[in-house]
């Protein structure tokens, strides 16, 4: 199946500083990509979806100037966290879906964010 | 929105034991629906997925799933399970939200496969 890479798999940052998050799709041009956050013990809740050429897309109560989501190119989108809080800490998740015309899609290995 | 619901939470089962975890989506029409695994410390995986034709649904590692429309269901199933299917179960259905078109997941089941 396709590879999605995420990076960096754990980040420890302190209170107030900004994350970078990126997610690559190695072998296939991811036109809709999407980040999910999840908590310890619970399923994946959608953040937000950039889809190729358009800014990013976010679901109700994610704040976007917080989450800040690029999609630079087909292959690579990135997840900034802003002004970190420890309520922030959590895993993310990013998703690529690439023009197969059907809803599957691939997953990175996730980014573990704590924030101290 | 479409939606899934999983109903076992937490699943102990020794080795070679039968599995069956349950998976029910929300409303009917066309309907696409997925299985993924999460091992532990691992990224998600594809199980299985359905699209179309064939309700039974074969996937990797001896599981399989079959869509009953009747009954909204997809459940997951494997005849003998071995200690290395430790692992969350996600069921999955895509669902149109503010952000288009995403999969939508279901609570998850957190599977225990003791020796």
């Keep these: 199946g396709a590879v999605v890479s995420q990076h960096p798999s754990w980040v420890i940052c302190k209170s107030g500083t900004s994350v970078k998050i990126e997610c690559r799709s190695l072998d296939f041009q991811a036109t ?81 964010l704590t924030v101290v | 929105a479409q939606s899934v619901s999983q109903h076992n939470h937490h699943v102990i089962l020794s080795e070679a034991a039968s599995l069956e975890l349950g998976c029910n989506y929300s409303y009917g029409g066309t309907v696409n629906l997925f299985w993924y695994v999460q091992y532990p410390g691992q990224h998600l995986q594809l199980l299985l997925k359905y699209f179309s034709g064939d309700p039974l649904v074969k996937g990797i590692k001896g599981f399989e799933a079959e869509f009953i429309k009747s009954k909204f269901s997809f459940n ?8 290395s299917d430790t ?29």
């Excluded at chain 1, 999407?34 to 908590?39: D, K, M």
């Excluded at chain 1, 989450?67 to 900034?80: E, P």
């Excluded at chain 2, 997951?76 to 200690?83: A, I, Y």
Aim: charge should be positive; glycine fraction near 8%.
């Design chain 2, 76 to 83: 997951l199933r494997k005849p003998s399970v071995q200690w």
């Design chain 1, 32 to 112: 809709t990509m999407f980040w999910y956050r999840q908590f310890p013990k619970q399923s994946l809740m959608l953040m937000a979806t950039s889809n190729e050429g358009s800014k990013a897309t976010y679901e109700q109560g994610v704040e976007k100037d917080k989450f800040l989501i690029n999609h630079a190119s087909l292959t690579l989108s990135t997840l900034t966290v802003t002004s970190a809080h420890p309520e922030d800490s959590s895993f993310y998740i990013c998703s690529a879906r690439g023009r197969t015309g059907t809803f599957e899609a691939f997953f990175g290995q996730g980014t573990r």
């Design chain 2, 87 to 115: 692992a969350e179960y996600f069921c999955a259905v895509p669902s149109y939200s503010n952000s288009g078109y995403a999969l939508n997941f279901g609570k998850g089941t957190s599977l225990l496969v003791t020796p």
